[in-house]
Structure formats: C-alpha cells, structure tokens
C-alpha cells in the first residue's frame, strides 16, 4: 500500500516514524550552536527555537534562500553578524549529532529499505541539506531534487524530517500535486532538445543547469507556478518524529 501510493504520488507522508525525542534532541544540538549567533530570544531555551525578533531578519539567512552576493556571502545591513550565522549553520552539517546519529537513524533507514525494496544495498548520500528559514525571509523557490543530483540517476529518495513541530504557516515543504509527473516531463522536454541539437551528455547537463533559474529553481513563487501547469500545492502540519518521503522528481 505504502508503495504503491509513493510511486504513484512521488511522496509518502509518514507519522511519527522516528522517536520524538530523538528529533527533539537533534533541535536541542542545533540551536545550541546556532546561539552564538544571537538567533534565539534571550533568556529562552535552545530546544524552544524562539527567534529573537529584535534583530534584523536579514543578519538570518537561510540557506539556498538568496540575499547573497557573487561568492555567495551574506548581504544586509550586518553582512558580519549573518557571515556568522551562515558558517554555523553549514558547520551543522559535519557535527556528528547530525551526521551520524540524525542523518542515518536506523528507523529511517530500515523503512526505506523496506518501502524501496532495496534491503541492505540501501546506501546513505553523502550529501545532506540541513534547511533554515527564520520569520520574514525569503523562502526557497520551486525546485526537485534532480537539478541537484543532475550526474545521477533519477531513483535516489529525499527524506525530509521536520526538527520540531511545524503549523501549516511554519514553513514546512510543500507538495506539488503529481509533480513528480511534470518534473519527468521537464527533463524529457529538455533531454530531447540537447540531443537534437548534438549536445553531450556532459554538455546537457551544464545546458540544463545553465538554463535553470539562479540557485537551481524552476521557479521563484509557488502560486503562479501552480497556476501556470493547472496543479495545487498541498501541505499540512507536521510533529517531531515525522518524515516525507519523495522522489528525486517530486516539484516543491
């Protein structure tokens, strides 16, 4: 049943799959590190996540999310303080709390190995996206995970895992309806023309990624894309210890 509905969906919502505390414990780490930085509400507690709104927005950039210059730093009215907050957040990613114990949890691993059917060849990619987004900023736009995967095959699976409870405003990913459809037809549409013109398959690829929005986006705003290929955006709210699932196609 599980499956079936990813395949046919390109995503699975699923409840609850991981320990909530183990999760909580991953937040806890995280905006511990990040309290240097001066994100966080004084006097609150790390695990809370409370953003402390008299600092500008800006000094807070999220990752993959713009506001940066050429060599991709920070810009703003404090370029210094969001240079800190930037290099912490990406430190995140090599802190063996996250890169070791959240990242490979058995429990998320063992139902990917049972939903795909992979087994023990289910192998980990190395590369991992630790996404932030603090109240006010600018969002990621609309992409799949394919651009950024664009040397390899189309069969890999994304988790993405919640660190908290998110609200339908929190901020939490959204699903395009069937996107996984039009992503595949995005990349036959473009595959078709780079062999028409003669191009390689290394040349296609930097034609393709040359041709995608800055940052690796099809889009910068959900609703007019939605609007412009007739589908909806679904979403819902999420608690610590759920998981998505979706394919390296799936558009959010």
Known sequence: MARRKFQEDGYLFIKGDLPRQDVLKAREEFFKLLAPSGVLKPGTRPV????????????????????????????????????????????????????????????LRKYISRLTGWGDNTLTVRRTLLRNNTPGNKAIGVHYDQIFLRYGEDTSVTAWVPMGDVSRQGGGLIYLVKGHLLGAEIEQEFTSQAKAAGLTDEEANSAFNQNIRSGGLLA?????????????????????????????????
């Open 48 to 107: 809370d996540g409370i953003f402390n709104a008299t600092r500008d927005k800006l000094d807070f950039p999220g990752i993959g999310a713009g506001f940066t210059d050429a060599n991709g730093r920070p810009t703003g009215p404090h370029p210094e303080l969001a240079s800190k907050f930037v290099d912490l957040t990406l430190q995140a990613h090599t802190e063996p709390w996250y890169n070791e114990t959240f990242c490979k949890h058995p429990a």
């Open 220 to 252: 910068d705003g959900p609703s007019a894309f939605a609007k412009q290929h007739n589908r909806r955006w679904l979403l819902t709210d999420r608690q610590a210890g759920d998981v998505v699932l979706h394919n390296s196609l799936c558009g959010r």
